[in-house]
């Protein structure tokens, strides 16, 4: 669990080779109750996503720029919950909350690249709203599927890239205890702050990245928004207004979730270890992936038109296969009785 390592001359001391996750509580009742609850939410969040990723997969009519997003949003929140939740379901059932130094390390690797991912990919959603009401004859021309499939990778390659940054030189401080972490996850502000050297550099690139990423996308956001905002205003029909409008009420409500929570959460780096911000946590890494299908799905007319096609066609499927098998055991039935 531990290893010896010099540093400063022949000053030998011994480094962390686990860390140790308070969890969410420490009380085991409270454990119990809670395992069920987040099982559900994370078994919903892979429901949800999975679902929506087929759908759209399956249904031609939802093969086009603003869905190609959705599904690729969709997978982020997957990752993202992923990398958090099967191993918080299994801390609510033992004693001993440890992970390894290495796996702390790639835990907040995958978070840090699927948020910073997250934050490009709904700036890039923003554009090609702002495009769709903007230009709307050129939208075609403009969001061809190949420059769509380049700006989604941009989206991963930048969050890689951020994450990579981020990671390497937090996870390079040296580390001689404690080793406790008052969180349920690896998250950065705890980590370094269990450093035994200055971790100065470490914080000055998790600002820069902060800055340069997740507020520039925001950035990004807003001056979308504001070029749609005065594009709808010179629509002279309520009705074009009004749909022009609930284009693009979904990505604002998810970008309001998101970087609300978010900010709350990262804004207030001293309250790391308060209730408040695990709940906060919480929310925009269990909760954020979990309601994001929902909220596109809710406001969406053509995502409900698809499913219900799907589950008609499923019904219909399901029905012959049952007819079909009636009929053999009615068969079936009947040559028994001419063999009696």
Known sequence: M??????QGDRNYTSVAVFILLGLSDEKELQLILFPVFLGIYLVTLMWNLGLIILIKI????????????????????????????????DFLTDEKTISFMACATQYFVIAWMGLAECCLLATMAYDRYVAIGSPLQYSAIMVPGRCWKLIAVAYGTGFLS???????????F???????QHFFCDVPQVISLSCSNPFICQMTVF?????????????IL????????SILKISSDKGSAKAFNTCASHLAAVILYYGTALSVYMHPGSGHSIKHKVLSIFYII???????????????????????????????????????????????REVRICR
């Open 2 to 7: 531990a290893s010896s390592r010099s540093i």
């Open 59 to 90: 249904n031609s009519n939802l093969h086009t720029p603003m869905y190609l997003f959705l599904s690729s949003l969709s997978l982020i929140d997957i990752c993202c919950s992923t990398s958090i939740s099967p191993r918080m379901l299994s």
């Open 163 to 173: 994450s990579l940054v981020e990671t390497v030189p937090c996870f390079h401080l």
């Open 175 to 181: 580390y001689c205890g404690p080793n406790i972490i």
């Open 208 to 220: 820069l990245v902060a800055i340069s990423v997740g507020l520039g996308s925001l950035l990004v």
């Open 223 to 230: 001056l979308s928004y504001g070029f749609i905002a005065a």
């Open 287 to 333: 909760f954020v992936p979990m309601l994001n299908p929902l909220i596109y799905s809710l406001r969406n007319k053509v995502i409900k038109e698809a499913l219900k096609r799907v589950i008609k066609r499923w019904c219909i499927y399901f029905s012959k296969k049952n007819v079909w098998a009636a009929f053999i055991i009615t068969i079936r039935k």
